[in-house]
């Protein structure tokens, strides 16, 4: 069974350009989380898609940030314009159904720098 | 707020040589305390859930147990494959979505 796919791996932009991570949940997960670990910090909570809809968006920084979820299958985090602080590794989490949600399947993570 | 503390940051030890990891946390309604294992470059690999104070689990080398207000993470006689970093995480009522992460202990273990 293919795990969570993250990509790019890597992303190196300039401030004020835009950049968008994408993340490929386990085939027939509903539940598609977005995490994001700042260096020196702990991994934090961006968003949680139940199927197409976004069921929470509360960690979600400021509107530079956009994450969609279109047919509730693939999801891109699209960040606009990037700023220094948006460094960090963003990791993508799925899981099979809102009964089952503990069990989170994250992926290896896009690590995003912003110069 | 739900927060999670782990200590130590980071723990060395000889091949053989047990030891144990804590998480205390803080959280209003625990859902779930959940134990994550992540290895450099990859992204956290789920390893035990505990729901209630006095539950234990246990898998291989390590076993994982719940007070009102920590979890210890207990390694029997480490080897080196067990090094990386282990991270502890709460749900609780305030979030029906949300992990809230500790900094994680990073393990080294020697042969």
């Known amino acids: 069974e293919a795990g969570v796919t993250q990509f790019p791996s890597h992303s190196v932009i300039e401030k004020g350009q835009t950049v968008t991570l994408r993340c490929d949940p386990i085939s027939g997960h509903d539940n598609l989380y977005w995490y994001r670990r700042v260096m020196g910090k702990e991994i934090k909570f961006l968003l949680h898609?139940?199927?197409?809809?976004?069921?929470?968006e509360s960690g979600m920084p400021n509107n530079r940030f956009l994450a969609e979820r279109t047919g509730g299958t693939y999801s891109t985090l699209k960040v606009q314009p990037a700023e220094l602080e948006d460094s960090g590794v963003y990791f993508c989490a799925s899981s099979q159904s809102v009964a089952t949600n503990e069990k989170l399947f994250f992926g290896s993570g896009t690590q995003l720098s912003v110069l | 707020e739900d927060q999670v503390t782990q200590s130590p940051e980071a723990l060395r030890l000889q091949e053989g040589e047990s030891s144990s990891l804590n998480c205390s946390y803080t959280v209003s309604g625990l859902r779930g305390l959940f134990w994550y294992r992540q290895d450099p470059g990859k992204g956290p690999e789920f390893l035990f859930t505990?729901?209630?104070a006095g539950e234990e689990k246990e898998k291989e080398r390590l076993k994982a147990t719940l007070t009102k207000k920590e979890s210890f993470l207990h390694i029997t006689a480490p080897k080196p494959e067990d090094s990386a970093t282990y991270l502890c995480a709460v749900r609780g009522n305030s979030g029906y979505s949300t992990l809230t992460f500790g900094k994680g202990t990073m393990l080294l273990v020697s042969p």
């Open positions: 898609f139940v199927k197409e809809s976004k069921q929470d």
């Open positions: 505990l729901y209630s």
